[in-house]
């Protein structure tokens, strides 16, 4: 979990507009991986 956070950090300030894509494919398998859904946000 936290090696994915450290991806995701530095992805955040070289392309913040392309974060929200870059974050939803890190968060889907880490949602299937805690058992949450977009669906239940």
Same mark, same amino acid.
């Given at each position: 979990?936290? !090696?994915m956070e450290r991806? !995701?950090? +530095? @992805?955040l300030? %070289?392309? +913040?507009?392309? @974060? +929200?894509?870059? #974050? $939803?494919? #890190?968060?889907? +398998? @880490?949602?299937?991986? %805690? $058992?949450? !859904?977009f669906?239940? #946000?």
């Amino acid at each position: 979990m936290q !090696s994915m956070e450290r991806e !995701s950090r +530095p @992805t955040l300030r %070289t392309a +913040p507009c392309k @974060t +929200p894509v870059k #974050l $939803g494919v #890190l968060h889907i +398998p @880490t949602a299937w991986a %805690t $058992g949450f !859904s977009f669906k239940d #946000l």
